[in-house]
């Protein structure tokens, strides 16, 4: 069974870093895109980054020349730098990965990300 386990969010002043982990597990053959979203409270669900297996990245506006994302074989990265209240919210993390009885679309279970002074 095919897991994706995040780590590194927490509580972070406006201005600060941080820098989440998502670490695929289990059996399987190949992964696809990596990437993060994120929802805030009462907000729908948006993409942040995605990293393909060759590497090309997508960035959303917001978090361009702040935000990068990276990929190590089934690990994927988010490195946060100048870190603003609006960038409060659940940090998801999603892969296309295909295993023994098929592709499809994984999701961690999030990691809560609170910007504040």
């Known amino acids: 069974q095919v897991q994706l386990v995040e780590s590194g969010g927490g509580l972070v002043q406006p201005g600060g870093s941080l820098r989440l982990s998502c670490a695929a597990s289990g059996t399987f053959f190949t992964i696809y895109d990596m990437g993060w979203f994120r929802q805030a409270p009462g907000k729908q669900r948006e993409l942040v980054a995605t990293i393909a297996s060759g590497g090309s990245t997508n960035y959303a506006d917001s978090v361009k020349g702040r935000f990068t994302i990276s990929r190590d074989n089934a690990t994927v990265y988010l490195q946060m730098n100048s870190l603003k209240p609006e960038d409060t919210a659940i940090y998801l993390c999603?892969?296309?990965?295909?295993?023994?009885?098929?592709?499809?679309?994984?999701w961690g279970q999030g990691t809560r990300v609170t910007v504040s002074s």
């Open positions: 999603n892969a296309e990965i295909v295993t023994m009885v098929g592709g499809g679309d994984y």
